[in-house]
């Protein structure tokens, strides 16, 4: 994995009883490497938390789209008996399940996946949704979306504006 350079929140106590805020541009490929860079520069400080700053891009959107699609079509679906032979069924399985995606968004930490699981004598469609290490519900999934997509839109507009149009 390459070393990227990311943003990332980083609170820290300066004092017993003082914690600290800082957003700082890391060059660090995961938070464990971004912790090591940041106790250099800061040896007197001790890292609560390094979040990430909002890790997430259109491509993001578009996936979480995708599972949303795939929850809609498959809702309240228990499918008695399986479909056709095992071929048939891993090419149903890869088709179907849409692989986890992760990102930050608004200080929150969300990760979503869809599994279809084919069997021979049944097919069965789950969706796993988590916020912050707890799991949460379709909704939450798609009122994070729909945020991201209030704020490209705004970034658009404001583009847009910025060139005087």
């Not at 541009?25 to 995961?30: D, F, P, R, S, T």
């Not at 860079?37 to 938390?49: M, R």
């Not at 996936?63 to 095992?86: D, L, P, Q, S």
Request: glycine share 4%.
């Amino acid at each position: 994995m390459k070393n990227t350079k990311k943003t990332f929140e980083i609170e820290y106590k300066e004092s017993r009883r003082h914690r600290k805020m800082k957003t700082a541009e890391i060059l660090a490929k995961n938070e464990a490497k971004a912790e090591e860079i940041f106790l250099k520069d800061y040896s007197e400080a001790v890292p609560v938390a390094i979040i990430p700053k909002e890790t997430w891009n259109e491509a993001t959107i578009r996936h979480i789209k995708a599972i949303e699609y795939e929850a809609e079509r498959m809702k309240h679906c228990y499918f008695w008996g399986g479909e056709g032979n095992r071929q048939h069924r891993d090419w149903y399985e890869k088709k179907h399940s849409v692989a986890e995606v992760e990102w930050w968004e608004d200080g929150h930490h969300y990760s979503a996946s869809f599994d279809v699981e084919c069997h021979c004598s049944y097919t069965k469609a789950t969706g796993y949704y988590m916020k912050d290490g707890e799991w949460t519900t379709l909704t939450a999934i798609r009122n994070s979306r729909k945020r991201m997509e209030a704020a490209v839109e705004a970034a658009k507009a404001e583009l847009l504006e910025a060139a005087g149009k």
